[in-house]
């Protein structure tokens, strides 16, 4: 048995090739991850039509688990999950006169301190400037890191929400954008997509090169994809 992929019309498949007659296609939960299981002697362009006739059905099941995967709105009360670095937090909202600010508490709570009668939005923004402030602290020697085991150097890196991206990469002006969600997820993923980033800068678009570039500095990147990509989503399509 052995696993090859291949990639039809932007969508990631897992081809494992077996002692089967038939050919097998099936998405996973909760990532929406496409595998097809073939026989061995298939011929790889019948397989490659197998999989464009499947797109259809694909995109609908994936659609469908993104949609059960989504995180709900927050109310910012008490009590409410919140996740910083990939640990789950209760929120406990402290009024008080001072400048707002974010404490975690023994592991489980994530003491939120806002100005007495603060709006939902109010104390969104104090936790997201909270979240950017804990990247920006995170990200200079992880980025230190991987440019000198990628042997490249970026000449900005910045924090901002994106809608649809995990991270982005100017290759021309060297520029990377991080998504401050990241800043819920574990921090192997913040590290797979400062990574990714980083090997735009050899490789600007997604080639078989780009791969085997991401294989040789992060073998272990499709595992951190995969985590990154069954955590809650606050979007239902997600690039970098
Ligand atoms: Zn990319």
Known sequence: MSTEHLTVA?????????????????????????????????????????AISKIPWIKKHQRKFAEQHRETPREYVNGESHYFMGR???????????????????????DLYVKYGA??????????EWYRR?????????VAKWEGVIGVKCSYWGVKYMRTKWGTCNTTAKRI???????KKPVECLEYIIVHELVHLHERNHTERFVSLMDRFMPNWRLNREVLNSLPVGHEKWGY
């Open 88 to 110: 789950r937090y209760l929120l406990n909202i402290i009024e008080h006169t001072g400048n707002n600010k974010v404490v975690i508490r023994n592991r489980k709570y994530m």
């Open 10 to 50: 932007g969508i990631d498949i897992d081809l494992i090739r077996k002692d089967i007659k038939n050919i097998h296609l099936a998405v996973y939960p909760p990532s929406g991850r496409v595998r097809i299981a073939a026989p061995e002697q298939m011929d790889a362009n019948a397989i490659r039509l197998f």
């Open 134 to 142: 804990e990247l920006k602290s995170t990200v200079p020697d992880l």
């Open 119 to 128: 709006t939902r939005d109010q104390k969104e923004r104090a936790v997201w």
């Open 177 to 183: 954008w991080l998504n401050l969600e990241l800043a």
